[in-house]
């Protein structure tokens, strides 16, 4: 399960709280084995091929999804999640067919993700993987990018408090959207703040 929501002062801290933001899911690039629920802010990874529409922007391979809108300037949320899921935030011009790293969250030079399971960490980029020493694994990641910055920050939330798990540094050349998978369910219940429509 994966929940990107805002959960008032005791989930974030003051400094990342302006920042929240409600994101979207783009059904024109769900995989067809995630099904959609609850108003499509639930995401179910399943073996039953569902019957959307052929769309170009569909991922025909991976069980991946991304957002809708184009992140241009400060954005946090927060993500709860089961069985193993990759976090992602990726240019809109990923790949959405065939089985090739260029079509994976984290397997391109613009894509940057965070897998979780219940063991361990690890990011990932550019098909890279290195895994993060911590000592425990929370099921609620924080997310905070800074597109002027230049910077995308994931945090392991416990009891409120925000542990810095790995900080990528880059210069983001286009708006970025959020990517995942889903290795059970995965919950888009974000809040927003300040995003742009990649239709505007």
């Known amino acids: 399960m994966l929940r990107v ?3 008032g002062r005791r989930w ?15 059904t024109n690039t769900v995989n067809t084995n ?6 499509n802010r639930t995401v179910t990874e399943v073996k039953e091929n ?15 999804l991304l957002c809708h809108d184009g992140l241009t300037g400060r954005c946090y949320w927060e993500v709860e999640w089961e069985g193993g899921v990759h976090i992602a935030v990726t240019y809109r011009g990923l790949k959405r067919k065939g089985r090739s790293a260029e079509s994976m969250l984290g397997g391109t030079s613009h894509s940057w993700s965070l897998y979780c399971c ?19 694994v929370s099921h609620r990641v924080a997310v905070y990018v800074d597109v002027p910055a230049g910077t995308l920050s994931f945090y392991s939330v416990s009891w409120g408090s925000l542990i810095h798990l790995h900080t990528f540094n880059t210069t983001f050349t286009e708006p970025c959207i959020l990517g995942s998978d ?19």
């Not at 995630?34 to 108003?39: D, P, T």
């Open 118 to 136: 219940d063991k361990y960490y690890s990011v990932w980029h550019n098909n890279g993987g290195t895994v993060i020493s911590s000592s425990s």
């Open 50 to 64: 569902q019957l959307y529409p052929d769309h170009p922007d569909r991922f025909d391979h991976w069980p991946q």
């Open 5 to 7: 929501e805002p959960r």
């Open 34 to 39: 995630l099904k959609l629920s609850n108003n």
């Open 182 to 200: 889903s290795g059970l369910v995965l919950q888009c219940l974000c809040v927003q703040k300040k995003i742009q429509s990649m239709t505007s």
């Open 12 to 26: 974030m801290i003051p400094g990342l709280k302006k920042y929240a933001c409600e994101l979207t899911l783009d």
